[in-house]
């Protein structure tokens, strides 16, 4: 089961009510959807078949029909725990992993979230005690909305769009939350974008069991390098890990593939599923048309000549889609119904790339990709983290003589060539965790936000209150491993995997990403930093692990992030939508941005052409989202995958 939605009313739910939000959420459940109608609840699911391809759509109940439950995603150790629970006395209809849930909720009640291996999102109804129990997976690979509304209605639905069927439901910005998204590009749990809904956090539960609702965690990972095993041991042990991680999250009842970068996670991830599969991998590239050899080419056709590398060592069945270069009106009209699909809005432009690919897999008839996803988190992979580390080593020399001597001459070297040194010297003065974790991370500095709210206030002072917590969490004397730790908790859950989960089930695919098991990331958590950034390589330990896997191009490569040309696409294939959408009437009709500093940014970014991409795409997804959800300007579309497909 892909999509789930469901009400719980103080007295009677409506059943209609749920079979429109049934039908907004069809392309999570191309399979058909359930609902199930028990007083004061009605609940459902949509279904995406990967498991047990006969047992039937919609809630699956215990034996008594007392215990109900709706589930999106998958269980990884489910056969293991059917076999204990039949061992305990439970009798099962279905092959299916959804059905492992209702018997162990029976057996361990909120317990058998801490048993389950898997991702998911999941909501339980206790008939006799009247018990809702609504849950997320660990590292947040698939997300649960809901809202509480004044009349006791409590609503909750994968994707947030199906809220609205509810006509209680505001349709408003939450403007607590714009410092937020101005800041890191997305909104961190429990709040969103939209006035009156939440999500739930990473590794959490709500109940709501008599007229009370509570939440709380049962994970939270811990990072700890106290008691790391020896370099060579933790080698050998993250090779075992990664093989029995990656072969459990191959089980299904359908076709699966990959997606393939041909960056080191990926390579990995297929590496393995192609010494464990009986026919060839079937993997999946998106790039651009572009003239071979041309400057254009070898920036952004990066991933399709490593990728193809790959493909040709390890035997798989490649496929791979071309942007076209030069049809803006197609592209357009793509973006904004991405971002509608999207339902909260992020500054990942990937979006693009992601809806690419997993069209291409579903025209193939593959239903089930492989990600590498989280493995940068976990592992140490992205440039910000060397950059920090060797801030740390330039912060280790003694304070004054740093502050008072080293620094102000750094600051005023001249010329170009001395930029690095320059930004060293300035990032150095930041004393306040959070301002420090901004350095890199930062979408746009809290205080270039005077200029673009029409509304501004302390936009650092919200950020950090929420970041804080977080970077204080871990146990080491390094701040790079704040830092990740941050980001495999925020970043990772509500960036990267919103903008997986939710283009690919716009193309009514599934995702998994082995990298972020529970089990492999508390593994990874229990490593030193000198493990991962080692001898001046990122992710050391684990390209050790796979050495022998995959093309040492692949373990050499220079890191080269999933972009698109986003910044060219603003001056050229989407200059009219960028005119047409931020307009006085528009941007003035949301209240949210000056018009008079989104008019400079696109006279710098696009006449002048100096460098305003960040600030401009966000003020773009932000106005095309309120058009489509908050004021009704623009009328929603779904995409599919024929249409992204078409030649």
């Not at 909120?110 to 909501?123: K, P, S, Y």
Request: charged share 20%.
């Amino acid at each position: 089961m892909c999509g789930i939605f469901g009400q719980l009313h103080p007295e009677y739910a409506d059943p209609s009510l749920i079979d429109r939000m049934a039908r907004k959420l069809a392309h999570r459940g191309p399979d058909g959807y359930g609902i199930h109608h028990a007083g004061r609840l009605a609940f459902g699911a949509g279904r995406l078949a990967i498991i047990d391809l006969s047992a039937p759509a919609g809630v699956i109940f215990n034996e008594d029909c007392s215990v109900g439950v709706v589930f999106n995603g998958e269980i990884y150790n489910h056969q293991s725990l059917r076999a204990e629970l039949q061992a305990l006395g439970h009798v099962f209809r279905t092959r299916t992993d959804t059905e492992v849930i209702v018997h162990g909720y029976e057996a361990w009640g909120v317990g058998v979230l801490e048993r389950l291996r898997g991702m998911f999102a999941i909501g339980i109804w206790d008939q006799p005690n009247e018990r809702l129990l609504l849950a997320r997976d660990r590292c947040g690979e698939k997300p649960l909305y809901y809202t509480r509304l004044p009349g006791g209605d409590l609503l909750f639905a994968s994707e947030a769009k199906a809220l609205f069927e509810h006509p209680g439901v505001p349709r408003a910005v939450n403007h607590a939350a714009l410092p937020a998204y101005l800041t890191l590009g997305y909104v961190p749990p429990p709040v969103t974008l939209f006035a009156g809904i939440d999500k739930l956090v990473p590794g959490s539960y709500l109940i709501s069991e008599r007229d009370a609702v509570r939440t709380g965690l049962y994970w939270q990972p811990v990072m700890d390098a106290s008691n790391a095993p020896p370099y060579t041991e933790a080698v050998k042990l993250l090779r075992a890990k990664l093989i029995e991680t990656v072969e459990a999250q191959m089980m299904s009842d359908v076709p699966i593939g990959a997606f393939l970068s041909g960056g080191v996670d990926s390579s990995a991830v297929v590496a393995v599923m192609a010494q464990a599969a009986t026919q060839p991998v079937q993997t999946f590239t998106v790039g651009y048309e572009a003239d071979a050899g041309s400057a254009y080419d070898k920036k952004f056709n990066q991933d399709v000549e490593y990728a193809a590398e790959v493909a040709r060592m390890l035997k798989t069945e490649h496929h791979v889609i071309r942007m076209k270069a030069n049809d803006g009106g197609v592209l357009a009209s793509l973006v904004t119904r991405l971002i509608y699909m999207l339902d909260e809005p992020i500054t990942d432009a990937t979006i693009i790339l992601t809806a690419y690919v997993a069209a291409l897999a579903r025209i193939h008839h593959i239903p089930v990709l492989l990600s590498g996803d989280g493995g940068d988190e976990i592992f140490g992979g992205y440039q910000h983290y060397a950059a920090d580390h060797l801030l740390s080593r330039y912060m280790a020399i003694p304070s004054l003589l740093r502050s008072s001597v080293i620094t102000p001459l750094l600051e005023r070297l001249p010329g170009q060539r001395f930029d690095g040194a320059r930004k060293l010297a300035r990032k150095s003065r930041q004393t306040d965790p959070a301002a420090r974790y901004l350095e890199w991370l930062a979408w746009i500095k809290p205080e270039r936000h005077g200029a673009l709210l029409s509304q501004p206030g302390d936009s650092f002072g919200a950020v950090a209150d929420v970041l804080r917590p977080v970077l204080a969490q871990p146990h080491t004397d390094q701040f790079t491993d704040r830092v990740a730790y941050a980001d495999l908790r925020l970043r990772l859950p509500e960036y990267w995997n919103c903008r997986v989960d939710k283009m690919c089930m716009t193309m009514s695919i599934e995702s998994r990403a082995p990298l972020q098991d529970y089990q492999l990331a508390e593994f990874a958590l229990a490593l030193p930093l000198s493990y991962k950034l080692r001898g001046g390589e990122f992710k050391a330990v684990f390209k050790d692990a796979i050495r022998d896997l995959v093309p040492s191009s692949v373990l050499t490569r220079h890191k080269w992030g999933f972009n698109p040309p986003t910044s060219r696409w603003m001056r050229g294939l989407l200059r009219p939508l960028v005119e047409q959408t931020l307009t006085r009437e528009r941007v003035e009709a949301a209240g949210v941005y000056r018009y008079e500093t989104i008019q400079r940014m696109i006279h710098d970014h696009i006449v002048a052409e100096k460098y305003e991409m960040h600030g401009l795409w966000q003020a773009l997804i932000f106005h095309l989202w309120h058009a489509q959800y908050i004021d009704g300007t623009i009328t929603p579309e779904r995409v599919t995958p024929e249409e992204v497909y078409a030649p």
